[in-house]
């Protein structure tokens, strides 16, 4: 026990020197992978008046859309920054239809006196790891409330979490050694040996994304590793937590958005066999999954389901037959059979593009241990779905809302913020109710036919990547050959 004692006086020595001496912390270095390649989202492009200007760089245009601010921050200014995803962006269409300008319609509406900022930052294909790096630029730029929308585009770049257990510096960044003053404390000091080390034993993530869907035969590089997955979640989880404290630092409320997928109309990107079936296991699963898909087509629904579920003794996880079986049930009226069923094909799907049950539940525990403002977008959806079961009703294609649903989870933000007593409305409710009418009229008024063609012409091309069918060949530096692996 004294040695025990003896070796941690050190550091409970340091975390309560630093708090005496008033140290706030700092950004934890990431423990998961390597990120000093990343660049900040916003540069200034001048000065009018008694301002500096901001702006999204020029070069991150094919991922964000451009929006600019100003500071210090004008008077009567509301600022908020909205982070996220291509659902933050608004995919299909775009910023001008997202959530973010539902919120800021709603907040003007609200706030007469006010001048409303819903600054949207949503990048194409982001994960939490990169947002988590805007949410700690952001901060510097006198926000008011942040709000983030993300864990749907966890699993698009590749990467290890094999080289996670070493390191004195990895150990003390962890989650939720990284809260400790100390431990931010020693990782900026030691932050150039750390990003040397990670050169070698960490996956060096590129400056922008680089998903691998975005190349030809993408899904291929999809296997069923359980492994893989779960540290994944390990490492969402650390940056949801870095994002709550690095706000809680700043004294910036924060609010989470619960993710949303399409259960019921969307199938499994992809599905494979485990690779632990013997093979004559194999051919009989082929054989009674073929027969499940070919009765199902025949309308012999209860003949169907009697294959699958035999399919399914002998892969469990086999996410096509979990898809197929929720099917079936929800054709047969067995609502809560048809969630689970449904629920699990996306939890095994070998190409995850929709927020497992793990992501979630470790967004809503960090959340729930925290204290943290959310509005759980896929209950807010289910609950206005038929049965309860998210499907095309609300959203486009895998887990884009469409531009109602868009609309209705800005609203209900704005609604949230107002619930927690971080926004107080200026003037009655049947008068801001009449505003926000008026406002989003006169929004929509500017949006023109072309703004709804070329958000369909989209929807196609990303049906398309999901599918794995992107043209883009992937180039090695050394070689210049194609290189999948």
């Known amino acids: 026990v004294l040695a025990i004692v003896l070796g941690l006086l050190p550091i409970v020595t340091l975390e309560v020197g630093l708090r005496i001496a008033g140290y706030r912390g700092t950004a934890a270095i990431d423990p998961y992978v390597d990120l000093h390649r990343l660049e900040p989202l916003f540069v200034s492009t001048g000065s009018v008046d008694d301002y500096q200007q901001f702006a999204i760089d020029d070069s991150r245009l094919h991922l964000f859309r451009l929006v600019?601010?100003?500071?210090?921050?004008?008077?009567?200014t509301y600022r908020v920054f909205a982070l996220g995803g291509s659902t933050t962006q608004g995919e299909p269409f775009s910023t001008e239809t997202a959530f973010p300008m539902w919120l800021q319609i709603r907040l003007r509406a609200m706030l007469p006196s006010r001048t409303v900022e819903v600054i949207n930052c949503?990048?194409?294909?982001?994960?939490?790891?990169?947002?988590?790096?805007?949410?700690?630029?952001?901060?510097?730029?006198?926000?008011?409330?942040?709000v983030v929308y993300t864990a749907h585009n966890e699993y698009l770049e590749k990467r290890s979490?094999?080289?996670n257990d070493a390191g004195l510096v990895s150990s003390?960044?962890?989650?939720?050694?990284?809260?400790?003053?100390?431990?931010?404390?020693?990782?900026?000091?030691?932050?150039?040996?750390?990003?040397?080390?990670?050169?070698?034993?960490?996956?060096?993530?590129?400056?922008?994304?680089?998903?691998?869907?975005?190349y030809q035969n993408g899904l291929e590089d999809y296997r069923r590793s359980d492994t893989w997955m779960s540290g994944v979640v390990e490492h969402f989880a650390w940056n949801v937590q870095q994002m709550v404290e690095g706000c809680r630092r700043a004294d910036v409320p924060i609010v989470f958005c619960l993710p949303v997928a399409n259960e019921l109309d969307c199938p499994p990107m992809k599905y494979e066999l485990s690779p632990v079936l013997a093979d004559d296991d194999v051919e009989r699963f082929t054989k009674r999954f073929e027969n499940a898909v070919e009765l199902n087509s025949m309308g012999k629904s209860v003949e169907a389901m009697e294959q699958a579920m035999l399919a399914l003794e002998l892969d469990?996880?086999?996410?096509?037959?979990?898809?197929?079986?929720?099917?079936?049930?929800?054709?047969?009226?067995?609502?809560?059979?048809?969630?689970?069923?449904?629920?699990?094909?996306?939890?095994?799907?070998v190409c995850p593009l929709r927020a497992t049950s793990e992501i979630e539940a470790a967004l809503s525990l960090v959340l729930e241990t925290n204290d943290v403002a959310q509005v759980d977008a896929g209950e807010l959806f289910?609950?206005?779905?038929?049965?309860?079961?998210v499907?095309?009703?609300?959203?486009?294609?895998?887990?884009?809302?469409?531009?109602?649903?868009?609309q209705l989870l800005g609203e209900t933000i704005a609604d949230t913020l107002v619930a927690s007593g971080q926004i107080k409305p200026e003037i009655a409710n049947s008068d801001w109710q009449d505003r926000e009418q008026d406002l989003r009229a006169a929004h929509l008024s500017t949006l023109g036919e072309d703004y709804y063609h070329?958000?369909?012409?989209?929807?196609?091309?990303?049906?398309?990547?999901?599918?794995?069918?992107?043209?883009?060949?992937?180039?090695?530096?050394?070689?210049?050959?194609?290189?999948?692996?």
Not at 177 to 195: D, E, I, K, T, V
Not at 382 to 389: D, L, M, P, T, V
Not at 463 to 480: E, H, S, V
């Open 172 to 214: 003390l960044l962890r989650w939720p050694a990284a809260n400790l003053r100390s431990a931010q404390w020693l990782g900026s000091r030691f932050r150039g040996s750390a990003n040397r080390r990670q050169e070698t034993d960490f996956t060096m993530m590129q400056r922008e994304v680089d998903a691998l869907l975005d």
């Open 316 to 349: 469990p996880q086999h996410a096509g037959c979990l898809f197929l079986l929720g099917r079936l049930a929800y054709a047969a009226g067995d609502f809560p059979a048809a969630e689970r069923y449904l629920q699990a094909a996306i939890d095994n799907d």
């Open 161 to 163: 979490y094999a080289s």
């Open 382 to 389: 289910a609950e206005r779905s038929k049965h309860g079961i």
């Open 454 to 485: 070329r958000g369909k012409q989209r929807l196609q091309g990303l049906r398309l990547w999901t599918q794995g069918r992107a043209k883009k060949l992937r180039i090695t530096p050394d070689t210049g050959l194609e290189s999948l692996n």
């Open 391 to 406: 499907g095309d009703q609300w959203l486009v294609d895998h887990i884009h809302p469409s531009v109602a649903g868009h």
């Open 122 to 146: 949503g990048g194409l294909s982001y994960a939490s790891y990169r947002v988590r790096a805007i949410c700690e630029e952001v901060l510097e730029y006198e926000p008011d409330l942040i």
């Open 68 to 76: 600019r601010f100003k500071l210090p921050k004008p008077e009567k």
